[in-house]
């Protein structure tokens, strides 16, 4: 007689694999700024698929390593040893939003700080600490259907992802919707030329460096969302993905 939990794990295969095969995976990649996670929210919420921010892994690992070990900001080896065994943890939360706990510790605002930012950019230029990150991703997906949001997130972490997206706008306008975030994080304007500046020089390190350089995944949609509101964004995925359940 077959156990209950084989019994049930036979059930899911059967349900995953009647119909459409593999659960729903949706990479959406892109700059900072150009809508990325407003989108992907939102579209999660359409499909009633799981929600993963790439990002906030390698925030988790800086606040980590901030907290505990600063003194390896720059040693790769350990860094990635620290990204190995991270105690990571997500959960989402209202509106597709999603919750980070470390070691059972909530540092979902915690790891928006600035420190965090550049500790963040720090650690995920090593070829190491992207290869755990990467697994982690891997596993914070979990098979099932997901809409995941990065910058190498349908060339790396998911190539064979059924459907990729690719979202760009213009600075002038990114710069607007980073400056609005940031209001509503910190209650306090910040100067556009600064934040303008900051995504500009964002953009060069993203596209030049050697790993987890940003580019437009093989495959992916391409739209540019300068002129177009987060509705208009998601109800082209759903046309794309074959789904538009949106009114
Ligand atoms: O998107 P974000 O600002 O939350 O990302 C935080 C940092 O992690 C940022 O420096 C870019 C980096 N990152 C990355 O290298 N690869 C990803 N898939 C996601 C984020």
């Known amino acids: 007689m077959p156990s ?41 919420k359409a499909l009633g698929v799981a929600y993963l921010d790439t990002g906030a892994t390698y925030r988790a690992l800086a606040f980590a390593v901030l907290q505990e070990h600063p003194e390896v900001l720059a040693d790769e080896a350990r860094l990635a040893l620290m990204a190995r065994y991270l105690p990571l943890r997500l959960e989402t939360g209202r509106a597709s939003s999603l919750r980070v706990f470390l070691n059972g510790v909530e540092i979902t605002r915690a790891i928006r700080s600035q420190e965090i930012s550049e500790a963040a950019a720090q650690v ?40 990729k997206f690719f979202l760009d706008a213009d600075l002038a306008v990114r710069a607007q919707r980073r400056q609005r975030e940031l209001l509503e994080l910190y209650r306090e304007p910040t100067p556009l030329a600064q934040i303008r500046q900051e995504l500009h020089f964002r953009d060069l390190v993203d596209q030049s460096r050697p790993v987890g350089r940003l580019i437009k995944p093989r495959g992916a949609l391409v739209i540019d969302t300068t002129h177009l509101t987060a509705q208009h964004v998601v109800r082209r995925m759903l046309q794309r993905i074959g789904r538009a359940r949106l009114s």
């Not at 995976?25 to 992907?40: E, F, L, Q, Y």
């Not at 809409?147 to 972490?157: A, K, L, M």
């Open 4 to 44: 209950k939990t084989l019994k049930l794990r036979r059930r899911t295969q059967a349900r995953r694999h009647a119909g459409t095969q593999a659960p729903l995976v949706v990479t959406i990649d892109g700059p900072a700024g150009a809508g990325k996670s407003t989108v992907a929210k939102l579209l999660a």
């Open 124 to 163: 995920s230029q090593y070829p190491a600490v992207r290869a755990a990150m990467v697994a982690h991703q891997r596993a914070l997906a979990g098979g099932r259907g997901v809409v995941v949001e990065g910058r190498d997130t349908g060339s790396v972490v998911f190539p064979d992802a059924p459907y």
